[in-house]
């Protein structure tokens, strides 16, 4: 925040903060919310490829214009830091409002529904490799574990959805525990290769102890969620319009995200949070300052596999139908490719992350047969020229891209300083 | 007993394959410090070059001319991929965290194994490979040892002697030693850091090359994704013997091997419990003894 | 307000309200639709590991459809075939099954070829109440009576009467002795060997089947297992899985000095096999369910095949092409009656009598369609050649000379 401080100092005329001039700033959030969100529905609306293409070109060319004019980003980051919590409002409207605005299309909010479902993931898999910087690579493992607690609690015990979602998120926290626990002394490389190992045993186990998990038949029939007498598979009444009954779980999923956007925003500041943090820029440095690694790391696990879990509930109550494929180990890349992409600590960025990476490819159908190799590219140019990821925390991008106000890399060339003692080493040394 | 005598020469057989997978990878993760995601797609890749050099040069020359053909060709072809791959993804991010390289890693094999399913004829398919030897077979008593697989025992054989005189005897496998260990330090020393990692993803890529068309030889076929396949027991096998030592990937690669043979003759219903097997062995690895049965080379500790 | 604050609202606000009009349009589904216009939508594996077959099955369906078209078929009403790649994944299936039952224009929906997909989108279809003929998906969950989604229809039949015809050769005609069967873990592999097991087991007592295992899908070398088995001496090795795995299980088998046959079903019926085993494929046995094009009545297959080669398609229609160009002919005889309209289209393939490649056939009470060709091929040097065919419906085997 302390960058868009500075710039907002700089921006605001001092001494003028009048009625007046909160009105028209939050008129001009509120309008420029409103646009953003049509272009984005309208985007979504484009059915055929090569306008949806032509679109996103188009975008693409308005966002790097904005970054190239400076003023624009000052004034809108003074703009934001002085309404921030309307400017939040907006958004949150806007969120809540898109089932309502689509409702004559059930396919979108679907749709939708996914994104929250990955959104939430990529939230969880936020503390444990965003904050933490604890690299899990078998994520996949504990929506896994979530998803087949919550299934088989309501199918053969018949307990309740508002039960078996908290208990899929803590059979997952536990998950989460069995696997950091031996881990914990462990350089990250290794850490990576058992959280792999352990990804695809999940899979694995999920593939053969038919009696418990169905094999590769997987679950089937898994209830809906119901309130009182309402099914999830009713379509809602919201006063005088109707939802499909898609926006029942997209509600449920916003929720779900939004807990977990709040429990990001309050570990963050927190003593917790900052150990965490501390614990991902070094170690051993954090270890000499009385942070407990041990107890911290599994937090950040059991915290990050807590949500898989609740994803995991979620995603199998809406389908109705899991089966192993669903839990395998291109998911975890994926979820991992949402944080690190969308921009890792920073939680609005990894929920963009999740929408892009479930939306594109929807909106994309037609390059169907390369849409994986574009993934591919799409991701090897990030990683190449943005590895901060879309919209990187402050620190990250100070870390891994260039300095905002001064331009310059975080990073050293290796070629400007050969043989030099003083050049940092790769970390992973 | 004819049936054990059997399987041993079965283990023989899939563990030369995973030691020769298992060598690349235990390459770069020990020089390097890097777990290579794309490496699986470039056996999967030097199979196909083989392929093809195979399709244009076979009615034309002699078989054993083909074969080597293959082999020289395809290890050639990587070995230069291999290097173009390091200088575009992975040169510029040499500074960068392991999860950035890892995604980039990933992100190229995800382009090399789509790219080659859409723009190779039929790529979705698998493709015949024609191995000289057709179907015949070599009776040893009640053993049955296929000629490819006496091939493949020889060529993990002649190559884990070979990379061990490379490693200790030229001042090549004197560089890749010091840049494992610590890299500072070698370019202190006047070691020419680029090169060394230039030249090790070469012999790391050629020797991709190689598994893969002794893969695709070995067992008449060939598709698109075999690479991830062959990685997962590659690097299993790396990581069971000790990533970045050499001998580490044959040890692991044998373990590995017969334990899946054992696994599926002995244990009931063992063909569909194998996987499980071992990768339950891969965890209890890493968790006791992250840094192999062998141990690293000098230089990288686990903990 | 500065002036510049002024013309920047100005113009934002102009903008919004485009924007909003816009999306309030586009968000609106096409309701001004050419009144007879509709569509009819794909949810098929067009790419992965079983694409092959899923993009010859579209391509046929296409075919059917546009052919009736283009022959006038039907009168004044357009009808378009859109493309929904599912990729074999449930998640997907169901959201393209969503997104085609949401839809007003679409009247019909060719679905899954995976039967998970099949499984998970029948009630989605149901509640939409859009007609879904099933392509391929074997697994008997997806069909009716195993579920009450009255908007399902098969082309095909499935497994249950796939490998009790299989297991009846196998046991009765051929009178194998000693077997063995081995299942690739997933679904498909493993229902149909559970079927063919309990058959076999039942028309020729337990013992027949020596043993059972499974092997995993994109394994390569699969001498552990066959070392382990060969032993048993067997009569025919049975086998539930799919190309890749069958032509390296044979070649490794034929290494290692078996002489047992292999047996397997329409995963390994397809020229691939044969082409990647080479030599070893002699002798292989595979049940399918449908006939070699020349034994279509009418030579209606032989023109089915010209005329798709005719078509200039890239891909061959693979060994599911006639079955898909039935369903595109049903859709095209439906619809030509009644126009666009669900519930009428439904209503005709629950009655009408439809007349396409296959034959002449109507739907049963579970959607079944009535003639049940399941025949008994063997590889005779380098091709498949039927040796038995069923009656029509699958009660026994003839031979075919």
Redesign the interface.
Same mark, same amino acid.
């Given at each position: 925040m302390a960058e868009v401080d500075y710039a907002a100092k700089q921006a605001t005329v001092p001494g003028r903060g009048s009625a007046g001039r909160v009105t028209a700033a939050r008129a001009v959030i509120l309008i420029g919310t409103a646009m953003l969100y049509g272009l984005v529905l309208f985007g979504l609306s484009l059915d055929q490829t090569l306008h949806f293409v032509l679109f996103a070109c188009v975008m693409g060319a308005g966002v790097y214009g904005w970054t190239r004019v400076p003023v624009l980003r000052t004034r809108a980051a003074a703009l934001l830091a002085q309404e921030a919590g309307f400017a939040r409002l907006c958004v949150i409207v806007a969120i809540l409002a898109y089932p309502i605005v689509l409702r004559g299309n059930p396919y979108l909010i679907h749709v939708a529904f996914l994104a929250g479902v990955f959104a939430l993931m990529a939230v969880g898999l936020n503390f444990t490799l965003g904050f933490a910087g604890l690299l899990d690579l078998g994520y996949a493992a504990y929506f896994a574990a979530g998803a087949y607690t919550s299934a088989l609690l309501s199918t053969v015990w018949g307990l309740s959805f508002w039960l078996t979602l908290p208990l899929a998120g803590l059979v997952a926290a536990g998950f989460g525990f069995v696997v950091a626990w031996p881990c914990l002394r462990v350089h990250d490389r290794y850490l990576a290769l058992v959280t792999l190992g352990f990804g695809a045993i999940v899979e694995l186990l999920a593939r053969n102890l038919r009696p418990i998990t169905g094999g590769t038949d997987g679950i089937l029939n898994i209830p809906p969620p119901s309130l009182g007498g309402f099914s999830f598979l009713d379509p809602l009444r919201l006063g005088p319009v109707t939802l499909p009954f898609q926006a029942n779980f997209y509600y449920l999923t916003v929720a779900l995200v939004g807990l977990g956007v709040v429990a990001t925003l309050r570990l963050k500041n927190s003593r917790v949070g900052r150990s965490w943090e501390a614990i991902r820029e070094d170690e051993t440095a954090a270890a000499c300052f009385g942070i407990d690694l041990i107890r911290h790391k599994l937090k950040a696990f059991t915290t990050g596999s807590f949500f898989a879990g609740l994803a995991g509930a979620v995603f199998a109550h809406a389908i109705s139908f899991i089966h192993p494929d669903n839990f395998n180990f291109p998911v975890s890349m994926g979820v991992l490719c949402m944080v690190v992409a969308g921009g890792m600590g920073n939680v609005g960025g990894v929920i963009t992350g999740a929408v892009f990476y479930v939306f594109v490819p929807e909106r994309l159908r037609e390059f169907e047969k390369l849409r994986l190799l574009l993934f591919g590219v799409s991701l090897l140019l990030l990683m190449r020229f943005r590895p901060s990821g879309i919209f990187p925390s402050v620190r990250r991008r100070l870390e891994l891209g260039r300095d905002p106000a001064t331009g310059a890399t975080g990073r050293q060339p290796e070629a400007d300083r050969p043989g030099l003692a003083a050049a940092r080493s790769d970390p992973s040394g | 007993m004819?049936?054990v005598a059997?399987?041993i020469v079965? %283990?023989l057989?899939?563990g030369s394959?995973y030691t020769l997978v298992g060598i690349g990878f235990t390459l770069f993760f020990g020089v390097m410090?890097l777990?290579n995601f794309a490496h699986g797609e470039v056996y999967m890749l030097g199979a196909f070059t083989g392929l093809v050099i195979f399709w244009a040069t076979g009615p034309s020359l002699p078989t054993a001319a083909v074969v080597v053909l293959m082999f020289v060709g395809a290890m050639a072809v990587c070995g230069g991929l291999g290097v173009a791959i390091e200088r575009v993804?992975f040169r510029? *991010?040499?500074?960068?965290?392991?999860?950035?390289v890892? $995604?980039?890693s990933? %992100?190229?094999?995800?382009?090399v194994r789509?790219?080659l399913k859409?723009f190779f004829p039929n790529g979705?398919?698998?493709?015949?490979y024609?191995s000289p030897f =057709? *179907?015949s077979?070599l009776r040893i008593g009640p053993v049955?040892v296929?000629y490819e697989a006496l091939i493949l025992m020889g060529l993990t054989a002649g190559l884990i002697v070979t990379l061990y005189l490379l490693v200790s005897r030229t001042w090549f496998g004197r560089s890749m030693r010091a840049t494992a260990e610590?890299?500072?330090a070698a370019?202190?020393m006047g070691v020419d850091v680029d090169r060394t990692v230039r030249q090790a993803f070469f012999v790391g890529s050629a020797l991709g090359a190689c598994a893969g068309v002794m893969?695709g030889l070995n067992? =008449?076929?060939v598709?698109f994704?075999?690479g991830?396949?062959a990685s $997962?027991k590659g690097f299993t096998s790396a990581?069971i013997g000790g990533l970045g030592n050499i001998y580490g990937a044959m040890v692991g690669g044998f373990v590995l091997g017969f334990l899946?043979?054992f696994v599926?003759?002995l244990v009931p219903?063992?063909?569909?419990?194998?996987?499980?097997i071992t990768?339950?062995v891969?965890?209890l690895a *890493?968790?006791f003894r992250?840094s192999g049965l062998l141990g690293p080379a000098a230089g990288r500790? %686990?903990? | 307000m500065t002036r510049r604050a002024l013309c920047a609202c100005v113009i934002a606000v102009v903008l919004g309200a485009v924007l909003t009009g816009g999306l309030l349009l586009a968000a609106r589904e096409q309701t001004e639709a050419a009144p007879k216009s509709c569509k009819l939508a794909a949810n098929l594996v067009l790419t992965g590991g079983w694409a092959p077959f899923g993009v010859g099955m579209f391509n046929s369906f296409k075919l059917a459809v546009d052919q009736a078209t283009a022959a006038g078929e039907l009168k004044d009403i357009k009808v378009e075939v859109t493309r929904g790649d599912n990729t074999g994944d449930t998640a997907q299936g169901v959201a393209l099954a969503t997104k085609a039952g949401q839809d007003p224009d679409v009247v019909g929906a060719f679905c899954c070829w995976a039967s998970g997909i099949g499984v998970a989108t029948h009630s989605v279809y149901n509640r939409y109440g859009l007609p879904v003929i099933l392509g391929g998906s074997n697994d008997h969950r997806s069909s009716r009576p195993f579920h009450q989604s009255k908007v399902v229809f098969r082309n095909s039949p499935y497994d249950l009467i796939n490998m009790k015809m299989a297991a009846v050769y196998a046991v009765d005609v051929a009178k194998f002795k000693r077997l063995y069967l081995l299942d690739d873990t997933t679904p498909f592999g493993r229902t149909q060997v559970d079927e063919f097991e309990k058959v076999a087991k039942q028309l020729g007592g337990d013992k027949i089947i020596l043993g059972r295992d499974s092997i995993t899908p994109n394994e390569k070398d699969f001498t552990p297992i066959l070392t382990k088995i060969k032993p048993l001496n067997l009569d025919l090795l049975y086998l539930g899985g799919r190309v890749v795995e069958a032509s390296l299980i044979r070649q490794q088998m034929v290494k290692l000095g078996f002489t047992a046959p292999l047996m397997s079903s329409g995963g390994v019926f397809s020229d691939t096999y044969i082409q990647v085993a080479g030599p070893a494929a002699e002798g292989s046995l595979a049940t399918f369910w449908g006939l070699p094009l020349e034994y279509y009545p009418e030579g209606r297959g032989v023109k089915f095949d010209r005329d798709y080669k005719a078509a200039g398609f890239k891909e061959p229609y693979e060994s599911f092409g006639p079955m898909a160009y039935a369903a595109g002919q049903v859709f095209a005889q439906a619809i030509k009656g009644e126009g666009c309209d669900r519930q009428k289209i439904l209503k005709n393939l629950e009655s009408q009598e439809f007349d396409t490649v296959l034959g002449k056939f109507r739907f049963d009470e579970n959607g079944m369609l009535d003639i049940l060709n399941i025949a008994v091929y063997r590889v005779e040097k380098g091709q498949w050649k039927i040796l038995y065919r069923t009656d029509r419906k699958a009660t026994k085997f003839e031979k075919v000379s």
């Open positions: - | 004819d049936t059997q399987q079965n %283990a057989t899939i394959m410090g777990i993804a510029p *991010l040499r500074r960068m965290p392991v999860l950035i890892l $995604i980039t990933l %992100a190229v094999s995800i382009i789509e790219g859409e979705s398919n698998p493709q015949r024609l =057709g *179907l077979v049955i296929t610590d890299r500072e370019m202190m893969n067992y =008449g076929s598709k994704d075999m991830w396949t $997962i990581v899946e043979v599926v003759d219903k063992g063909g569909q419990y194998k996987d499980v990768f339950v891969l965890i *890493l968790v992250p500790r %686990a903990g | -």
